[in-house]
């Protein structure tokens, strides 16, 4: 299996990065504007924003795609070129598209710029990470306990939005509403979704080294 020629590489990274950018950017713009209508203040806004771990999923996309780029002799910009670093990434942003197509799209009818970024934030930016893993990424031998510290990213997101829902009295995911759920059935939740994750992480793992064998033979 041989590499892709460099500028394609480089073409393919700059648009996944372009479009990841342009959800997290566009939906920032929005929940501003929302705040602002609803007589609440930019602060109010940001806070909204950073609530979901979609945003910060493909905020982390867009970042871990861009330091390579701008900083490729810096630390984190080694650190993200990493396979699996970048399959850690990919694997979360799939969670994100998986988890809101299969739990979330039948709960709301989003029109106009806000349907623009919710496609972008959970179908396109997705498909086009997966796209740039499979194609510009490496195939690299793995381990199969490597899951286990790519899981640490939606885990650190749990404590933040339990914290926060806590302090605030209100939960981005309906499926993690203490309020509405109570602590019992929303750690069950949380652990089936991270049950999830480790599936679809193992599933990465078995294909990058599927794609390694190919490659030496």
Do not use: E, K
């Not at 806004?45 to 609530?51: T, V």
């Not at 910009?77 to 197509?101: C, D, E, K, N, T």
Request: hydrophobic fraction near 55%; charge should be positive; include cysteine.
């Amino acid at each position: 299996m041989n590499p892709p020629p460099l500028w394609r590489a480089r073409w393919l990274t700059a648009l996944v990065a372009l479009v990841a950018w342009f959800g997290v950017l566009l939906q920032l713009a929005l929940s501003l504007r929302l705040a602002h209508a609803q007589g609440g203040s930019t602060v109010d806004g940001w806070i909204a924003y950073l609530g979901y771990f979609t945003v910060l999923t493909n905020v982390l996309v867009a970042v871990s795609l861009s330091w390579p780029a701008l900083g490729p002799h810096s630390g984190p910009g080694r650190w993200f070129r990493q396979p699996g670093v970048a399959a850690a990434v990919a694997v979360s942003i799939a969670m994100v598209g998986l988890a809101y197509h299969l739990l979330l799209r039948h709960l709301w009818n989003p029109q106009g710029a806000q349907w623009v970024a919710d496609t972008v934030l959970h179908t396109l930016t997705p498909l086009l990470c997966l796209l740039h893993w499979w194609v510009v990424v490496p195939p690299a031998r793995m381990a199969w306990r490597a899951p286990l510290r790519w899981a640490c990213w939606p885990l650190a997101y749990l404590v933040y939005a339990l914290l926060r829902g806590a302090w605030l009295q209100h939960y981005p995911y309906p499926f993690i509403d203490v309020n509405l759920l109570g602590y019992p059935q929303t750690l069950w939740n949380a652990l089936g979704l991270l049950i999830a994750f480790l599936l679809l992480a193992t599933g990465f793992v078995a294909v990058a080294r599927g794609r390694l064998g190919s490659a030496r033979r």
